[in-house]
């Protein structure tokens, strides 16, 4: 009698356990793409791809619409010293409406990709709409070419006083748990200075968009238009630190 009072218990306490357990399931992570963290995970809410013919158009896109990507650098390791090492990172080229097209980072010499990059800041970091609803939404596998992805190569550098306010503003509103990130840990901003982009959104290879094609182009994202004009290769957000379309 006691053991199948037991059994009912349990099994009471499971039903009754059950729809929080599937809420915590289904519910977007508070780390990356919560609610009210200033990005698109309504698949209603994310603006139209730009045409695919417009492949620096649709480079600027990507970079604006996702907040992680994976960067590769020269690992610094001696087991694997040489070889590429990959690390995701939490990313932002500016707050939602409001895209620069820089990457930025917030980083510490804690991370194994960081002592990679004080050895060599060359890196090349990929972005894809996989993470977004996109490509779900229309079926495409996250390797295949039409779910859309960028390939940016250059050199990762921390912000000068300049962009630090933006680069500050543009991450925070996009990773807001980056505010809590214990400070023992030493902290700083970061970007990519970007020398080389491949995008990936059709059969038939990538193409090639050069910088000054990259950061010449309106953006339209979420009802605001952001041009921003040609700028030098060599600090190319100096232009937009106000984050302002």
Known sequence: MAGRARGSARSLLAALLAPALAA?????????????????????????????????????????????????????????????????????????????????????????????????PHATLTMSLAQTNFCRKKGFDPQS?????????????????????????????????MKTWPSSHNWFFAKLNITNIWVLDYFGGPKIVTPEEYYNVTVQVSGLSCHLPGLETSDHSSSNTSGAC
């Open 145 to 177: 070419p039409l779910c859309a992805h960028i390939i940016l190569s250059g050199t990762v550098t921390k912000v000068n006083q300049t962009e630090m306010d933006f680069a500050k503003h543009s991450l925070f509103v996009r990773h807001p748990e």
């Open 24 to 120: 915590l399931l289904v519910s977007p992570a508070r780390g990356r793409g919560g609610r009210g963290h200033g990005d698109w995970d309504a698949a209603a809410q994310l603006p139209p791809l730009p045409p695919r013919e417009d492949a620096a158009r649709v480079a600027r896109f990507v970079a604006h619409v996702c907040d992680w990507g994976a960067l590769a650098s020269l690992s610094t390791d001696p087991a694997v010293r040489g070889w590429a090492f990959a690390d995701v990172l939490s990313l932002s080229d500016g707050p939602p409406g409001a895209g620069s097209g820089v990457p930025y980072f917030y980083l510490s010499p804690l991370q194994q990709s960081v002592g990679n990059l004080q050895e060599n």
